[in-house]
């Protein structure tokens, strides 16, 4: 009697074993059906591209937190971790990003690394006209819609890398998104043919040179370099309240996520206008709950710049 108890409880036992088995494959097998290509990027208009390209099929996590100004970031230990173990790891490149070279150096090759400039020729710093004093590369190649469409190319190689059996269909999207970003570029070159003038006025840091080469434009900011910390001096701001007199000009541009207090100063000066001129570097906690796209960004930049710069219809 007792030996059968026994074998009872045995089988019970071994009953209970299969089913847990059962159920962690099954969990395991369910797991991996769903599984998403894990990617992180560290500025906006990546992640937003990145988005565009992988769609459902993957999860794209942005670095910065909304309403953080790019150029003083620095990560934090866990994004660090959390770089290391995302399938793919998007940056602008070292000039932009200069904590994530070392980084690099340790990650393994389970992380993709895509740095976006790749393939684009960057510009020195001092060879931008009124911005002199610095030395390096501008990394703002992304507020050039046609460099945009050249970022996507370099983006969907590294994620096709990290996922080949999805390669049609990334493509694919990608295609998509390059028509809208040529499309996007269109509209630029139609609207600036039509404008009186040629010249931004920017309270903000020059952050919009590839832009304005682009498109035939002049770009004149008070701040040399890109440096959140960095301060311009009277004799700058002199100069571009000079310029915005003499060119007959009434709009002076400030940038997002950053007190525009010399846009506020050049305003109260000179009567002129003072308009949103967003550099897409990130986005705020507002802008990502409602969604905003790249595309959006950079539309709502043309209305303001038609404003500023005699639109004639």
Known sequence: MKLNRFFIIIIILALIVIFITGCNSYEYEKDLYNDKIKIITTLFPQYDFANEIVKDKGEVKLLLPPGVEAHSYEPTPKDIVDIKKADVFIYTGKYMEPWAEKMIKEIDDSTIVIDISKGIELVDEEDWEHNHEHHGKDPHIWLDPVYAQKIVDNILEGIIKADSKNENFYRQNAENYKEKLAELDKKFVETFSKVKHKTIIHGGHFAFGYFAKRYGL??????????????????KISELMNNMKSLGLNVIYYEELIDPKVAKIISEETG??????HGA???????????????EIM???LDRLKEGLGYDE
């Open 218 to 235: 002049e770009y004149i900011s008070p701040y040399d370099g890109f440096s959140p910390n960095a301060e311009p001096t009277p004799k």
């Open 272 to 277: 002129g206008k003072m308009l949103l001129l």
């Open 281 to 295: 570097h990130n986005i705020s906690k507002e802008e990502l709950e409602s969604g905003i796209s790249y595309i």
């Open 299 to 301: 539309e709502s930049n």
